[in-house]
T-cell receptor, first 109, second 113 residues
C-alpha cells in the first residue's frame, strides 16, 4: 500500500517561518513533489526533490531524506496569501503520482 | 490559453443519472490523469492514460469509465450516479515521468442530489 502522511492543519503568523512535514512509505519512489492549493482552485506545482538534500526556490525550500522516507516544505517570510493547502506527492513509478493527506496552513496577521 | 481545461466546472445532477466530464490539454503531454478530491480535500488517483492507453486503474467502481480518443483528451463518464460520487474531479497531464510535474485543470465540482 501507499502511505503518505502530513499534519492536517497548521497555523502561523505573517512574517514567520513554517515547516510542513511529509512522511511516506510507498511501493516505489521516483521523486517527491510539493503542490499548493488555494480553496476552490487547482493544485499548482511548487517544488521537486529526487535526491537527498535541500532545494531552494525563493521563499520556499523543500528537503528530502530518502532513507528516512521524509520530506519537508519550508516557507519563509510568510504572507497572508500563503494561506492554502500544501500537498506532498510521491512519484511511485509507472507514472503514478500519489498524493498525501494535505496540510491546511492558516496565516494570521 | 488554458493548458488543461475541464468542462463543466459545476455539475448538479440527480442520483441514478449518467454524466460525463471532459478534459483537454494543449501541452503536448503523453500522460493524463483523473483524480477525485473529497470533502476532506484528499486527492485520490483514479485513472491514468499514457498515449491513449490505460495504465492505472485504482479499483474505481466500474460505473466510472474513462475514454481517451487521442492523447490530448481524457473524458470521464459516470453511470448510475450515487450520493457518494459528490466530489471535485480534477484532470491533470504530465510529460513522461520522473521529474516532470503534473498540470491540473480547474476541477469539476460534481454534486449528486
Amino acid at each position: 500500500g501507499q502511505n503518505i502522511d502530513q499534519p492536517t492543519e497548521m497555523t502561523a503568523t505573517e512574517g514567520a517561518i513554517v515547516q510542513i512535514n511529509c512522511t511516506y512509505q510507498t511501493s516505489g519512489f521516483n521523486g517527491l513533489f510539493w503542490y499548493q492549493q488555494h480553496a476552490g482552485e487547482a493544485p499548482t506545482f511548487l517544488s521537486y526533490n529526487v535526491l537527498d538534500g535541500l532545494e531552494e526556490k525563493g521563499r520556499f525550500s523543500s528537503f528530502l531524506s530518502r532513507s528516512k522516507g521524509y520530506s519537508y516544505l519550508l516557507l519563509k517570510e510568510l504572507q497572508m496569501k500563503d494561506s492554502a493547502s500544501y500537498l506532498c506527492a510521491v512519484n511511485t513509478g509507472f507514472q503514478k503520482l500519489v498524493f498525501g493527506t494535505g496540510t491546511r496552513l492558516l496565516v494570521s496577521p | 490559453d488554458t493548458a488543461v481545461s475541464q468542462t463543466p466546472k459545476y455539475l448538479v445532477t440527480q442520483m441514478g443519472n449518467d454524466k460525463s466530464i471532459k478534459c483537454e490539454q494543449n501541452l503536448g503531454h503523453d500522460t493524463m490523469y483523473w483524480y477525485k478530491q473529497d470533502s476532506k480535500k484528499f486527492l485520490k488517483i483514479m485513472f491514468s492514460y499514457n498515449n491513449k492507453e490505460l495504465i492505472i486503474n485504482e479499483t474505481v467502481p466500474n460505473r466510472f469509465s474513462p475514454k481517451s480518443p487521442d492523447k490530448a483528451h481524457l473524458n470521464l463518464h459516470i453511470n448510475s450516479l450515487e450520493l457518494g460520487d459528490s466530489a471535485v474531479y480534477f484532470c491533470a497531464s504530465r510529460r513522461g515521468q520522473g521529474s516532470t510535474e503534473a498540470f491540473f485543470g480547474q476541477g469539476t465540482r460534481l454534486t449528486v442530489v
